[in-house]
């Protein structure tokens, strides 16, 4: 497959490995076994584009508050995201009260989600939608909100309780890599235990760089979906750090993903400030043939038609969405014209 970037670093001929194919069928894939995720997740998700905007008094637009949720879903489905197959609609850290309540549970900013989580998953479902939400491993989140180390259980079956259904479980504040390793685990049987299905989106592999090598089966037995490298960012430079990431490990994670987990190289950016078109073309390109799941971080209130055009794609988004869930890889490196 050609890209459409000059850039002679980046330019891989893709393709699909037949033996690696064969040996898979035999083996078979040991992935999380809740159902979920058979092919890649698709949806929405708030951070790349709107980060911790706590700010609700000057950018009422912008803040992260269940009107922004709200407005989201609300075109989602009038926009034809949802046809297209994008159903998660995802909060991301930022949407936590400072404190536990008195029972030691989560709940949201009352200013900012005024109706609270589980009102925000009634409406999201009425919409045919699912909702996706987000907590840490450790002892806060990354911008410093409760984390769930010491309360696993309590905060799965509060989730479960409001109807949650995805959990993007960061890995900040984690004091060793055996505590993140216990408590991804730990949070996938908590998860298991509520009895609701909800897919699992971990960030376990990132936060053992530098110093650790993933153990992959472990991963993919406990996670839906796993964060192997860096956040990305509304640039050309950070896609293509994800892109040379990928292809220099390809041979620990291409064999990994399948039916029920995936490798995560972060969200799509399309639609932002960042990225020529062509770059943006390259993103769905790649996103799409590394059965990575397509999460959205962008504003559907103001994209441009020709961005919604290209995530909208039909026959990008089979390739992603191709039920044998084979990640293609990087086949040759050179030059394109
Ligand atoms: C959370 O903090 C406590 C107290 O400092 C510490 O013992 C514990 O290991 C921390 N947990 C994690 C996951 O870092
Ligand atoms: C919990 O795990 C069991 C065994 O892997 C599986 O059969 C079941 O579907 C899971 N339930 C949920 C709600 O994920
Ligand atoms: C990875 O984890 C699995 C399951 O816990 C274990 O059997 C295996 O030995 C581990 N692999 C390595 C290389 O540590």
Not at 106 to 135: C, E, M, T, W
Not at 189 to 198: M, P
């Amino acid at each position: 497959m050609k890209l459409l970037s000059r850039d002679p670093r980046l330019i891989c001929e893709l393709a699909f490995r037949p033996l690696a194919l064969v040996f898979w069928s035999i083996l078979g894939a040991k992935a999380l076994n809740n159902g979920l995720a058979r092919t890649p997740t698709m949806g929405w998700l708030h951070w790349e584009r709107f980060m911790c905007n706590l700010d609700c008094q000057e950018e009422p637009d912008a803040c992260i508050s269940e009107q922004l949720f709200m407005q989201m879903a609300e075109l989602m489905v009038s926009d034809g995201w949802k046809d297209a197959g994008y159903e998660y609609l995802c909060i991301d850290d930022c949407w936590m009260a400072p404190e536990r309540d008195s029972k030691g549970r989560l709940q949201a900013d009352p200013q900012r989600f005024p109706n609270g989580i589980q009102h925000l998953a009634n409406y999201v479902h009425s919409k045919g939608l699912k909702l996706g939400i987000y907590a840490d491993v450790g002892n806060k989140t990354c911008a410093g909100f409760p984390g769930s180390f010491g309360y696993y259980d309590t905060d799965a079956q509060t989730f479960a309780d409001w109807g949650v259904d995805l959990l993007k479980f960061d890995g900040c504040h984690c004091d060793s890599v055996t505590s993140l390793a216990d408590g991804y685990k730990y949070m996938s049987l908590a998860l298991n235990r509520t009895g609701r299905s909800i897919v699992y989106s971990c960030e376990w592999p990132l936060y053992l760089k530098p110093f650790h090598k993933p153990n992959y089966t472990d991963i993919q037995y406990y996670c839906n979906h796993w964060r192997n490298f860096d956040d990305v960012y509304d640039s050309w430079e950070s896609i293509k750090n994800i892109l040379a990431w990928t292809t220099t490990n390809q041979k620990e994670i291409v064999d990994v993903a399948g039916p029920g987990g995936w490798n995560d190289p972060d969200m799509l950016v399309i639609g932002n400030f960042g990225l020529s078109w062509d770059q943006q073309v390259t993103q769905m390109a790649l996103w799409a043939i590394m059965a990575a799941p397509l999460l959205m971080s962008n504003d559907l209130r103001q994209i441009s038609p020709q961005a919604k055009a290209l995530l909208q794609n039909k026959d990008v988004i089979a390739v992603n969405q191709d039920p044998l869930g084979k990640q293609g890889y990087c086949f040759r490196k050179g030059f394109s014209m």
